[in-house]
C-alpha cells in the first residue's frame, strides 16, 4: 500500500485507535456497541457475498487473455489464499471475539474463539489489491476502493465481531496476498479456465 492508502486506512480507524487498551499492541478494547444504519450486520453480510459473486461473475465473464480477465482471476486466487490463510490463522491463535468477552488479551481458547484476524477485512482488501496494484498507474480513482476494508474495519469493530488488532492484521494480511497474487504470471487456481468454467465456494468469516 503507498502512503494515500495508508491515510485513508489511519482516518478510518482514527476512532477506535484514539485511546489505549489491551493485546498484542496494546490497542484493543470494545467500541460502543452499534448494529445501526451503515454498521447493520446485514450490510456488511452483503458487501461480503457481493465482493464473492463480483469475483466469480467476473472470471466467468471475461477472457484470461486479457488485462481485465487476467485480474479477475488472480483476484480469485488471492481470495481463496487469503481464506485458508485466515482460517488457519484462527485456528492457531483462537482469540476470543469482544462479542464473548471484553478481555482483549483471552488467547487459545478453544476452536470456538476465532477473532484473529479479520476474515471479513481481509476478504475485501484481498479483493481491491489486485485491481489496485493492477490499474493504479493508469485509473488513479482505483484507490478509492480501499474504502471497502476501511468500512469493513469499522463495522466489524462496532459489532463486536472483532479487536482493533485484528482488523489491521486482516488488512494487512489480504493486502499482501493479493500483492502476491497479482504479481503471479499464471494464476493458481483459474489458470485452468481459458473463457469460462466453475467455482463455488462459501466462507465462514
Given at each position: 500500500m503507498d502512503s494515500r492508502s495508508w491515510r485513508l486506512a489511519t482516518l478510518a480507524l482514527l476512532p477506535s485507535l484514539a485511546w489505549g487498551g489491551g493485546g498484542p499492541l496494546g490497542i484493543d478494547h470494545r467500541l460502543a456497541y452499534d448494529n445501526s444504519g451503515i454498521w447493520q450486520r446485514n450490510y456488511q453480510v452483503g458487501l461480503e457475498d457481493g465482493v464473492v459473486i463480483l469475483e466469480l461473475a467476473g472470471a466467468l465473464a471475461t477472457s484470461g487473455d486479457t488485462r481485465l480477465g487476467l485480474t479477475f482471476r488472480r483476484d480469485i486466487d488471492s481470495t481463496l489464499l487469503t481464506a485458508l490463510s485466515v482460517q488457519l490463522l484462527k485456528y492457531t491463535f483462537q482469540w476470543a471475539r469482544p462479542s464473548q468477552t471484553d478481555n482483549p488479551d483471552l488467547w487459545f481458547q478453544g476452536s470456538r474463539a476465532q477473532s484473529f484476524p479479520s476474515g471479513e477485512v481481509a476478504l475485501q482488501a484481498s479483493f481491491v489489491t489486485p485491481f489496485i496494484a493492477e490499474y493504479h498507474a493508469d485509473h488513479?480513482?482505483?484507490?478509492?476502493?480501499?474504502?471497502?476494508?476501511?468500512?469493513?474495519?469499522?463495522?466489524?469493530?462496532?459489532?463486536?465481531?472483532?479487536?482493533?488488532?485484528?482488523?489491521?492484521?486482516?488488512?494487512?494480511?489480504?493486502?499482501?496476498i493479493g500483492l502476491y497474487s497479482q504479481q503471479r504470471k499464471s494464476p493458481l487456481v483459474?489458470?485452468?479456465?481459458?473463457?469460462?468454467?466453475?467455482?463455488?465456494?462459501?466462507i465462514q468469516w
Amino acid at each position: 500500500m503507498d502512503s494515500r492508502s495508508w491515510r485513508l486506512a489511519t482516518l478510518a480507524l482514527l476512532p477506535s485507535l484514539a485511546w489505549g487498551g489491551g493485546g498484542p499492541l496494546g490497542i484493543d478494547h470494545r467500541l460502543a456497541y452499534d448494529n445501526s444504519g451503515i454498521w447493520q450486520r446485514n450490510y456488511q453480510v452483503g458487501l461480503e457475498d457481493g465482493v464473492v459473486i463480483l469475483e466469480l461473475a467476473g472470471a466467468l465473464a471475461t477472457s484470461g487473455d486479457t488485462r481485465l480477465g487476467l485480474t479477475f482471476r488472480r483476484d480469485i486466487d488471492s481470495t481463496l489464499l487469503t481464506a485458508l490463510s485466515v482460517q488457519l490463522l484462527k485456528y492457531t491463535f483462537q482469540w476470543a471475539r469482544p462479542s464473548q468477552t471484553d478481555n482483549p488479551d483471552l488467547w487459545f481458547q478453544g476452536s470456538r474463539a476465532q477473532s484473529f484476524p479479520s476474515g471479513e477485512v481481509a476478504l475485501q482488501a484481498s479483493f481491491v489489491t489486485p485491481f489496485i496494484a493492477e490499474y493504479h498507474a493508469d485509473h488513479p480513482w482505483v484507490w478509492a476502493l480501499e474504502a471497502l476494508p476501511a468500512y469493513d474495519s469499522v463495522a466489524r469493530m462496532k459489532t463486536w465481531g472483532h479487536w482493533q488488532t485484528d482488523v489491521l492484521a486482516g488488512w494487512a494480511l489480504g493486502t499482501a496476498i493479493g500483492l502476491y497474487s497479482q504479481q503471479r504470471k499464471s494464476p493458481l487456481v483459474f489458470g485452468l479456465l481459458p473463457h469460462g468454467g466453475s467455482v463455488t465456494y462459501r466462507i465462514q468469516w
